[in-house]
């Protein structure tokens, strides 16, 4: 029956207790939405209240009263609470850490919590069992009833309540959608209370979850709880390619991470010259064409140039000539004599994302060219002579 039992709980990932010191560190391995005990194996204080977070399928959690007293542990299955009836679900977070949890999601602690009956009896795990396999079935169902509706909506994912008398249907539509007639003919069809939900395309990538291109899990998945809109800007200010392709994650929008790293970005500009300014010099006029931020490079292009070169200059050297072209000087060349800046670099030579860090030696310190060995010098010459047969016997035969 235990190993039945994890079987039917892999969805959720979480292993069921096992005599483990370490076993309440996390709350699952390579969960979603995971959460860190940082209080692991700590002094524990008596708490103000008995609260657990349970939780559900994929990326559905919620915390419950454990009004009972009962010693519950990280994996354990339990029964709460639900509306109407009971659900089933899996702990997986107890302790003070429960505390933190709730300032972070702005839940106050004097609020009523729903309640955790009992561990879940074997009779309750086998009706959870059923619901489980019923759930993927009622999708393909609800999106053909949906479809013969007529409404622009796609049921993406169905939950079961733990005691078969309810389901949560999770839908995505661009514009707001009269679903009342689809309520009565799901009721009816599967016999349960249906609860409709509508999540966005980025809440579906995380309940789906899957591998970024960065090749880790889904931040939204994994992590993410509160999704901040994202823009173009973001990738402007960290020199990307504005390919939609690339920037795009699998819910088809900008990926969340563009605004991981752009405060930093933001930072490190500040103090970066104007780059819509064209500097002048007795080479020619020269415009921006791109940054690295970090290193402080500023990439330079002289325009109606016939070298096709780009220049790397330091922002100083850039604020120095702009200076010098407000005073009305032109500088003979955009590097200085001793500058230390990057050498010049040919644009259809410069390739993102594969350049060598071989350093070209100077002329006189290039290793020389290997005499050839007496085969190979054969091996040319009769090679040679049997191209000049070649070629005479063509011209006798003509």
Request: glycine share 6%; aromatic share 8%.
């Amino acid at each position: 029956m235990e190993d039945e039992i994890r079987k039917d709980t892999s969805r959720y990932e979480i292993p069921l207790p096992e005599e483990s010191p370490n076993r309440e560190r996390i709350t699952g391995d390579f969960d979603k939405l995971n959460v860190y005990n940082w209080f692991y194996k700590k002094p524990s204080q008596p708490l103000v209240k008995d609260i657990v977070e349970v939780k559900f399928k994929n990326t559905r959690k919620g915390f419950y009263h454990n009004v009972n007293g009962l010693k519950l542990n990280i994996g354990d299955i339990v029964a709460v609470e639900g509306n109407p009836g009971h659900d089933i679900g899996v702990v997986s977070l107890v302790g003070e850490t429960i505390f933190e949890q709730l300032k972070c999601h702005k839940i106050p602690l004097n609020s009523e919590f729903k309640k955790v009956f009992r561990k879940a009896k074997p009779a309750d795990i086998e009706k959870w069992r059923e619901a489980i396999a019923l759930e993927h079935e009622t999708m393909l169902e609800s999106r053909k009833i949906a479809r013969n509706l007529g409404l622009d909506m796609k049921i993406g994912d169905v939950e079961y309540q733990g005691d078969k008398t309810k389901a949560i249907f999770y839908y995505i539509a661009d514009q707001r959608v009269d679903f009342r007639q689809l309520i009565k003919v799901l009721a009816d069809r599967f016999k349960i209370r249906v609860e409709m939900r509508q999540i966005g395309a980025r809440q579906e990538a995380g309940r789906i979850g899957g591998i970024g291109s960065c090749g880790r899990e889904l931040c939204c998945s994994t992590w993410i709880n509160n999704f901040v809109s994202v823009a173009t800007v973001s990738a402007r200010y960290q020199e990307l390619s504005l390919n939609p392709q690339k920037l795009a994650g699998q819910c088809s929008k900008l990926k969340c991470c563009l605004n991981f790293e752009i405060d930093s970005y933001i930072d490190a500009r500040k103090d970066l010259p104007s780059t819509e300014i064209v500097i002048k010099t007795k080479e020619g006029e020269a415009v921006h064409q791109k940054t690295d931020v970090y290193k402080r490079l500023l990439w330079y292009s002289i325009q109606d140039s016939t070298k096709n070169q780009l220049v790397a200059l330091s922002p100083e050297r850039v604020k120095q000539i702009i200076e010098l072209n407000q005073k009305g000087i032109i500088p003979d060349k955009l590097q200085e004599k001793d500058s230390t800046a990057a050498p010049k670099m040919q644009n259809n030579d410069y390739v993102y994302g594969n350049q060598s860090n071989d350093i070209p030696l100077p002329q006189e310190n290039q290793p020389k060219a290997q005499p050839q060995s007496k085969f190979h010098r054969n091996h040319k010459n009769h090679s040679r002579n049997n191209n000049k047969k070649g070629n005479d016997g063509s011209k006798n035969s003509k």
